[in-house]
């Protein structure tokens, strides 16, 4: 086999997966899927061939296949939600923003809810989740750490506790 160093590649491809992600976490593991693709299919790879283009044609159909893959989870998610739309029936303000969490929760992309339920509520180490989702340590660390500050972020936004508000009357703090 010819040579197959792919570091050269690897700013193209980063600059390439920001255009189709729209975003810098998501082009990174974009990126390190595709990375792992190569790697797993390196011996596809024929001498002579273009490894840029190998490359970028691996990133490209990894963007595909995780778009595919999120629509299909959103559209199960939405089934789902539809079909189930609580737990509980609301009995106080508590119940409220609980409900409140678990749509902010829902709401997160499915690769994040996913990574970060088997860690915080399954209470699985990064490792174990790592090979669950089949993706590397540092993919689940990741997405751990954008969902906890997607929900940080709805925590702190004021439109999160103006239903809790109006619920404690005018005489409430």
Same mark, same amino acid.
């Not at 299919?41 to 273009?50: K, M, T």
């Given at each position: 086999?010819?040579?197959?160093?792919?570091?050269?590649?690897?700013?193209?491809?980063?600059?390439? /997966?920001? @255009?189709?992600?729209?975003?810098?976490?998501?082009?990174?593991?974009?990126?390190?899927? /595709?990375?792992?693709?190569?790697?797993?299919?390196?011996?596809?790879?024929?001498?002579?061939?273009?490894?840029?283009?190998?490359?970028? /044609? @691996?990133?490209?159909?990894?963007?595909?296949?995780?778009?595919?893959?999120?629509?299909?989870?959103?559209?199960?998610?939405?089934?789902?939600?539809?079909?189930?739309? =609580?737990? &509980?029936?609301?009995?106080?303000?508590?119940?409220?923003?609980?409900?409140?969490?678990?749509? /902010?929760?829902?709401?997160?992309?499915?690769?994040?809810?996913?990574?970060?339920?088997?860690?915080?509520?399954?209470?699985?180490?990064?490792?174990?989740?790592?090979?669950?989702?089949?993706?590397?340590?540092?993919?689940?660390?990741?997405?751990? =750490?954008?969902?906890?500050?997607?929900?940080?972020?709805?925590?702190?936004?004021?439109? &999160?506790?103006?239903?809790?508000?109006?619920?404690? =009357?005018?005489? =409430?703090?």
């Amino acid at each position: 086999m010819g040579k197959f160093d792919i570091t050269p590649h690897l700013e193209p491809m980063r600059r390439y /997966a920001r @255009i189709l992600a729209r975003g810098d976490a998501d082009a990174d593991d974009l990126v390190q899927g /595709a990375l792992l693709r190569a790697c797993e299919r390196r011996s596809s790879f024929r001498d002579g061939a273009n490894l840029r283009v190998w490359l970028m /044609a @691996i990133l490209h159909n990894h963007f595909i296949d995780q778009t595919r893959a999120r629509k299909a989870a959103m559209a199960r998610d939405q089934v789902w939600a539809e079909t189930n739309p =609580g737990f &509980a029936p609301p009995e106080g303000e508590h119940v409220v923003r609980l409900e409140q969490l678990r749509r /902010a929760f829902l709401a997160l992309p499915s690769h994040q809810r996913e990574a970060l339920h088997l860690m915080a509520v399954e209470g699985l180490s990064v490792a174990e989740v790592s090979a669950i989702l089949e993706i590397p340590a540092g993919t689940v660390m990741s997405r751990v =750490g954008r969902a906890r500050a997607a929900l940080r972020r709805f925590e702190d936004a004021p439109a &999160a506790r103006s239903t809790l508000k109006l619920l404690r =009357g005018h005489d =409430g703090p």
